[in-house]
């Protein structure tokens, strides 16, 4: 995954947000950063998806931003992103976890 | 900052995650690793400090989990934290966002 050069643009809240933090463990070979890749291409096209930031670097955080919890529940039984549920648990993730969110405030700045 | 090993470890929902993302501009002689690591020390003594994950690359992410939103309200007013936060908007970010949210929802990972 190349890095990310700017923040997700979300609506007001209130909206979703799902918390995920992992710890990964890779082998030379893996198809784990194309896997990623198009995991994050997928979710992007699922209803409901507002945005997503993610940053690696000694643990892996990918917060994803969503309109409501059918959204959240209805990508997680996407049957793509199934797979790739299974095939971290089998092979790629030492440990994770995945926080679900509501999202109740937001408040930011840009230099001018 | 360097880089982190484990994930934070939370109890059960409900509590807060304060989700802060940015992209920071930093330039050689800048306090800024070294303010980020005491506020990262301060913020672990606060009442009601649960945890932290962080990952920097390209972006940075700090999720932080809290008890309460009494927690994060009296973390945001303390008083070296409000120096940090200014010399942030003054000088090392271009652009941040912060997102209070209520975890509903965790569940997680761990090879066995």
Chains 1, 2 share one sequence.
Do not use: C
């Not at 409501?68 to 299974?86: F, G, L, P, T, Y």
């Amino acid at each position: 995954m190349l890095p990310m050069t700017d923040l997700a643009r979300t609506p007001e809240p209130p909206y979703y947000a799902v918390i995920f933090t992992a710890i990964h463990n890779v082998s030379p070979g893996d198809r784990y950063a194309e896997t990623a890749a198009r995991i994050l291409a997928l979710a992007a096209e699922q209803p409901g998806f507002l945005g997503v930031d993610m940053a690696n670097e000694g643990i892996d955080i990918t917060v994803s931003y969503w309109a409501d919890e059918a959204s959240i529940a209805a990508w997680k039984r996407n049957a793509e992103h199934a797979v790739a549920q299974h095939e971290g648990k089998a092979r790629w993730y030492d440990t994770y976890e995945i926080r679900i969110a509501r999202v109740e405030r937001a408040y930011g700045f840009t230099r001018s």
